[in-house]
């Protein structure tokens, strides 16, 4: 029988459709990613349920930043298309974290050259870019620092400060590639 969490997953994948992407996740054979399997940050994002706890969380405290909420608004199809921009989102996360590194690298140069596009000028008229560096890092900090806190809510909350760094460092990689500057690393 499935645990309580195996179900939420299983439920979250159906509805989405998030378990049928373009990236087998196994492939190549030994290579391990930005991480591998000893990483910290591998025992965080491979807990689906607080994964999505988390990732709800930090996409209510990246709507607090004028610059990433008129960004999001203005040129994300979350509107018409939820569950697929959700899909993208996920996948990003899932293949940077535990694809290989050509898929990993793949995605960001992606993600780089749709945020070259995605400028404006916020609701107090303040101009924004989302391949500023200092916004990246804001939606960095707040999706990174959510994740954390419901993985220690909700899976592990014994995981210790040393590997709480751990996975902050382990992350900034994945930031600084995108472009973000100054990215806090504990």
Known sequence: MLSLRDRIQQQVFRLNGLAMNDFDLSQPPGDPGLYGPDSVIWQV??????????????????????????????????????????????????????????????????????????????????????????????????ETSRFLAAHLRYKNPLLSRADQDRYYAEAAVVAEALGAEQVPKT
């Not at 996360?93 to 990993?104: E, K």
């Open 45 to 142: 994002h491979g807990d689906f349920p607080s994964m999505l706890c988390g990732g709800i969380s930090a996409l209510l405290m990246q709507m607090l930043h004028p610059q990433a909420l008129a960004g999001v608004w203005d040129h994300s199809t979350f509107r018409d298309d939820m569950s697929g921009r959700l899909r993208r989102t996920s996948q990003f996360i899932a293949v940077t974290t535990f694809g290989n590194t050509a898929d990993a690298h793949t995605l960001i140069e992606r993600v780089k050259r749709i945020h070259l596009r995605v400028t404006g000028v916020d609701g107090q008229g303040n101009p924004y870019a989302a391949s500023d560096p200092a916004l990246l890092t804001w939606v960095h900090v707040a």
